[in-house]
């Protein structure tokens, strides 16, 4: 059965692996690069549906082990799907679960069934598995889903537990696509693992490639590991993936690391990272700065947050009005929350465009003298970059 999913690639960029490519899905078709804000519970905080789409966001990520708690499978079923559930009528992304299930949670013991967890909502003791997983995920209806991983730190020493989880997850890949039930309507991506071990992603991508997926998420990173290994882990990845399918970065989000990223050949990123710090008072700005608006020095600035931006939060309301409101009204982390999304959705639609124009070796110049102005860069942005073919100029550290 053909995959509810095309994907082709519209432009590749001619000195870097950065390439545009067109992701069509049930409920929406989604120019790549993409940034993908997360909808935790079904909706971004501080935001309605209509909101996000007016920022020109189609594509967003939901959590699955948050819905599978609470509302819950029943009530998805019965509402026909979180897209019916949370009146949006564009694309979904969602997670598998088990990153929260080893990270956030006290007591959690993991089998080669499933995880076994105490629910922080109930306090039931549940048992997720692939299988589970995938119901809850066919429950919501999701556009792309992810299978279940065996997730490990990528800061984790010991080899033979990173190959074990590596080896396992493989194992709960073909676990999930037995269980798939809407194979019609719903896509499910594999993840690739193998944490810093370059032969084992290696493998990896090997083993998942013998499998008829409709695309590919690279895991196991953005865990506090240094972003030199980060970056080697993320081109290597993207050398044994396909061309011809979207490869899906998990967890990245701060303007730097998609400018470079997308160098690398990368199609998909989710993080939470605009919408959250906007909770904090902190909006984006050029290079990827951020605007701390509980700073007095913004109490009599009466510029937007960003001049030409053009958000309805920019448009409307000064830098001085929100330093008075952060932190004590919530239409303060609405507001932010608006700009900081439309900022991620300007900086991928410039990236798609200068890939198609042929200039993103110059585009992410440019861009890397706003992010740092002394022209002192980070040796593993040099570094990464100068891996496809760009080079940085100025000194780094």
Not at 159 to 173: H, I, Q, Y
Not at 233 to 246: G, I, N, Q, R
Not at 333 to 339: A, D, E, F, Q
Not at 374 to 379: L, M, Q, S
Request: charged share 25%; proline share 5%.
């Amino acid at each position: 059965m053909k995959h509810p999913l095309d994907f082709h690639v519209v432009a590749k960029c001619s000195t870097t692996k950065a390439r545009v490519g067109s992701l069509k899905l049930p409920h929406a078709t989604v120019s790549t690069p993409v940034f993908m804000p997360v909808g935790t519970q079904g909706t971004l905080k501080g935001l309605l549906p209509e909101q996000i789409e007016e920022q020109n966001c189609n594509l967003i990520l939901a959590n699955t082990y948050h819905l599978g708690m609470r509302p819950g499978t029943e009530v998805l079923n019965k509402a026909q799907g979180l897209h019916n559930f949370m009146r949006w009528k564009n694309a979904l992304l969602t997670d598998s679960g088990g990153f929260q299930m080893v990270s956030l949670l006290k007591f959690s013991e993991l089998t080669e069934e499933g995880v076994k967890f105490v629910s922080p909502y109930d306090k039931r003791e549940i048992l997720l598995t692939p299988e589970k997983s995938m119901e809850i995920q066919n429950a919501i209806g999701a556009d792309i889903m992810m299978q279940l991983d065996d997730v490990v730190s990528s800061l984790i020493d010991d080899r033979a537990r990173v190959e074990l989880a590596m080896e396992r997850s493989v194992r709960w890949l073909d676990r999930s696509l037995e269980a798939h039930r809407n194979k019609d309507k719903q896509n499910l991506y594999p993840i690739v693992q193998g944490g810093l071990h370059p032969d084992l992603r290696k493998v990896c991508a090997e083993k998942l490639l013998e499998r008829y997926v409709a695309g590919y998420a690279i895991g196991g990173l953005s865990g506090g590991e240094s972003k030199e290994d980060f970056w080697r882990m993320v081109d290597l990845s993207t050398d044994y993936l396909p061309d011809e399918k979207p490869r899906y970065l998990m967890g990245v989000g701060f303007a730097v690391d998609l400018v470079v990223c997308a160098a690398l050949g990368c199609d998909q990123f989710d993080c939470v990272y605009p919408t959250r710090t906007a909770r904090f008072g902190s909006a984006l700005v050029e290079g990827g700065h951020v605007l701390p608006l509980h700073r007095s020095v913004y109490a009599e600035d009466f510029r937007p947050i960003e001049e030409n931006c053009p958000c309805n939060t920019c448009t409307n309301y000064t830098r001085a009005f929100l330093h008075h409101t952060v932190r004590r009204e919530t239409v303060a982390c609405h507001l932010v929350s608006v700009h900081n999304v439309n900022f991620q959705m300007r900086l991928m639609s410039s990236i798609r465009e200068a890939i198609i124009e042929d200039r993103f070796p110059q585009f992410i110049r440019k861009f890397m003298k706003k992010a740092y102005p002394n022209g002192i860069y980070p040796a593993w942005i040099v570094a990464a970059l100068a891996k496809v073919n760009v080079n940085l100029s100025a000194g780094s550290t």
